[in-house]
């Protein structure tokens, strides 16, 4: 229960951006103004509320890196399915498909503000051009994740070896007919 409470509090520029285009995906049926503003959102998916699920074929997310003023620049590739045909609108997105969003703390969490293009062979790189992945932890905190479990499956084990054995249930007496 501890560690589930630890671990909730995700609250991160690029869970922010990613979360963002997972609900500009979803079509219709998302929520992509809870994380950016419309003008954001249209240039990546224009008339994004009339769109299909799945207008997006690729998501991909790197490693922040602080920006000025308070901002995180997070870097971003999408690659779209199709001509974008569900979503009923003669409008090209118009947002770069390599780019950095530009995400500001916002009362509630991370907000993306803005994008940008991006070089591919710069410092912001998605983990597919080199970048670090969002989700990667050091050699250490592993080896401590794995001493601990040894730990607990030992503790575990003791716990049951100490246990006493339960007690035989009676039987019952058999009455002769």
Known sequence: MILLAACGGTDRPEGAVENWLIALNQ???GEPHTYAPAD????????????????????????HAAGKSGEALVP????YTSDLSSCETTEHATAPKEGTAVVRRAEGGWRVTSLQTRSTTGALLVP??????IGTAPASAWLAALGISVLLMVL????????PEPAPLPREQQVPR
């Not at 971003?76 to 690659?79: A, G, H, L, V």
């Not at 597919?128 to 992945?133: C, F, L, P």
């Not at 575990?156 to 246990?163: C, E, P, Q, Y």
């Open 156 to 163: 575990v084990a003791l716990l049951i070896g100490l246990t």
């Open 27 to 29: 079509g219709k049926a």
């Open 40 to 63: 954001v959102t249209n240039s990546v998916l224009p008339n994004w509320a009339q769109c299909d699920p799945g207008s997006l074929d690729v998501i991909e997310v790197g490693t």
């Open 76 to 79: 971003y590739r999408i690659e």
């Open 128 to 133: 597919s051009e080199g970048g670090e992945a």
